[in-house]
T-cell receptor, first 115, second 113 residues
Framework: GAVVSQHPSRVICKSGTSVKIECRSL??????MFWYRQFPKQSLMLMATSNEGSKATYEQGVEKDKFLINHASLTLSTLTVTSAHPEDSSFYIC???????????FGPGTRLTVT | AQKVTQAQTEISVVEKEDVTLDCVYETRDTTYYLFWYKQPPSGELVFLIR??????QNEISGRYSWNFQKSTSSFNFTITASQVVDSAVYFCALSGNDYKLSFGAGTTVTVRA
């Protein structure tokens, strides 16, 4: 149980385009989902907290207009990187917290390359 | 603010050697949770353990063991009799009541055959 999927697993896009990444909790409902970014050989940095039915909360330094987060249902959160640039190339990982639980379960990550 | 420090960037050992990964944390929360995750080359994070701030009992799971010492704000992780499959990046992480995880910089463990 407690499986989180991400789609796509890899995406290559051209500079200036937008990319949407989906995070789904497959066998549980998640009131809260988190989005992290990981640059090569670096740690995971929390970008934002996504709560179902409300606006996401962004960490300091993360541009909310660039990284649009939507948590429209208890099993799906999406991260849209708008007007992507090469510096946005990174590994994006989501996690989902089951309603009422403390644990977070991580998705397999999405590797974004902007050319 | 919460902070996790993993002072060891890389550790290289020969198979069957023991490996201890250090983790020191800072937090103002009285209730908090500590975690260890493994990240193999595939990138997917593998949950290893969660410990809450009120439970200082050490834990052993197979070849893995954890030593939580609140007095020194440390939560160290030992792999006994390491194997090549243990090669990965290991992250220590901390969260408070807001469920947000703060990760350490990670320690890359390489186990040579």
């Amino acid at each position: 149980g407690a499986v989180v999927s991400q789609h796509p697993s890899r995406v290559i896009c051209k500079s200036g385009t937008s990319v949407k990444i989906e995070c789904r909790s497959l066998d549980f409902q998640a009131t809260t989902m988190f989005w992290y970014r990981q640059f090569p050989k670096q740690s995971l940095m929390l970008m934002a907290t996504s709560n179902e039915g409300s606006k996401a909360t962004y960490e300091q330094g993360v541009e909310k207009d660039k990284f649009l987060i939507n948590h429209a249902s208890l099993t799906l959160s999406t991260l849209t990187v708008t007007s992507a640039h090469p510096e946005d190339s990174s590994f994006y990982i989501c996690s989902a917290r089951p309603t009422g639980a403390y644990e977070q379960y991580f998705g397999p990550g999405t590797r974004l390359t902007v050319t | 603010a919460q902070k996790v420090t993993q002072a060891q960037t890389e550790i290289s050992v020969v198979e069957k050697e023991d490996v201890t990964l250090d983790c020191v944390y800072e937090t103002r929360d009285t209730t908090y949770y500590l975690f260890w995750y493994k990240q193999p080359p595939s990138g997917e994070l593998v949950f290893l353990i969660r410990r809450n701030s009120f439970d200082e009992q050490n834990e052993i799971s197979g070849r893995y063991s954890w030593n939580f010492q609140k007095s020194t704000s440390s939560f160290n992780f030992t792999i006994t009799a390491s194997q090549v499959v243990d090669s990965a990046v290991y992250f220590c992480a901390l969260s408070g009541n807001d469920y947000k995880l703060s990760f350490g910089a990670g320690t890359t463990v390489t186990v040579r055959a």
